[in-house]
């Protein structure tokens, strides 16, 4: 990799496998057509894939075809999706847009919209322990990376991180805080997409844990990008109505620390993932433009 056109290809091409193998998936499933609509409405149309291609590009990185992971890495999107078909409901963070269109609840009603987030959880796991040993994966190797798919999504993940989101338990001025629910809501599933496909591999620990605290700082990187997008981004850039933090008085990184604060923060998590995966070496260098590339995007 030597410039940011050769990695937007490189997730072009990851983005490509993926959505063809979502689309093959959904088509062999028996589903009642209005929950298989309700599905497909989110899963296949928009999104950029971010997870499963780093899921993808972690699996080339150990000397694996990106083909093997297919199955976790379509999981993780489901898992994704799901979490973000949740996320947008009126009961949680109330949003009319995502990925540049209606939010699922807003098309297929709340009731659907539950339906279908249910739905994707279950099918992450069906689809990867039906589809992994196929690939020569070990049982304990594919146990060991769904475990790590599992605590990503639970109460220790993006459950416990929306659960702090909501009712804000620790209040405004709690520093703490501000940086768990990140950690749970955001970093968890972005670390997973390294370390669960690591898993599958059987890599030694201390790759596994340069991969995991990687994952870590990207995360919170990715967080903190994403609470200065909210206020600097448009809906056409975003995706999504920009300002809704702000207007449903949420702690952010920018209501915390500031505009100029919070882009320093980004910038600080971002030397601290290129410090973790450093040690790994010139097979792991393209981890280093890709969380450089994500902090660009708040400039």
């Known amino acids: 990799m030597s410039s940011g056109s050769d990695l937007k290809t490189l997730f072009e091409r990851k983005k490509e496998l993926i959505d063809e193998y979502l689309r093959e998936t959904l088509c062999k499933k028996k589903i009642p057509d209005i929950l298989a609509q309700s599905i497909a409405y989110s899963l296949l149309d928009g999104g950029k894939r971010v997870r499963p291609g780093l899921c993808a590009i972690t699996a080339e990185s150990l000397g694996i075809k990106p083909s093997r992971v297919l199955p976790l890495a379509a999981a993780i999107e489901m898992v994704h999706t799901a979490s973000l078909i949740h996320d947008d409901l009126p009961c949680m963070d109330n949003d009319d847009y995502r990925r540049g269109k209606l939010t699922n609840h807003k098309v297929y ?23 992994l040993p196929k690939q020569g994966f070990s049982q304990s ?74 994952g870590t700082h990207m995360g919170i990187s990715f967080q903190i990008v994403d609470d200065i997008l909210d206020v600097t981004g448009t809906i056409s850039e975003l995706g999504k109505t920009p300002g809704k933090d702000e207007a449903s008085g949420k702690v952010t990184f920018v209501s915390f620390y500031g505009l100029q604060k919070a882009k320093e923060l980004a910038l600080n998590e971002t030397k601290k993932a290129v410090e973790a995966i450093t040690p790994l070496g010139e097979k792991f260098k393209v981890f280093v433009e890709i969380v450089e590339h994500f902090t660009r995007r708040s400039r």
């Open 141 to 214: 190797h594919i146990l060991r990376a769904l475990s790590i798919l599992s605590n990503a999504i639970g109460p220790s993940g993006i459950c416990g991180g929306q659960a702090l989101d909501i009712t804000q338990e620790y209040g405004e001025d709690n520093e703490e805080f501000l940086w768990k629910m990140s950690e749970l809501k955001t970093a968890t599933l972005l670390r997973a997409s390294l370390t669960a496909p690591a898993a599958l591999v059987g890599v030694d620990e201390q790759t596994m844990s340069c991969l995991h605290n990687y």
């Open 109 to 131: 009603g709340e009731a659907m919209a539950v339906l279908a987030g249910d739905s994707l959880l279950a099918f992450a796991f069906e689809i990867s322990l039906n589809e």
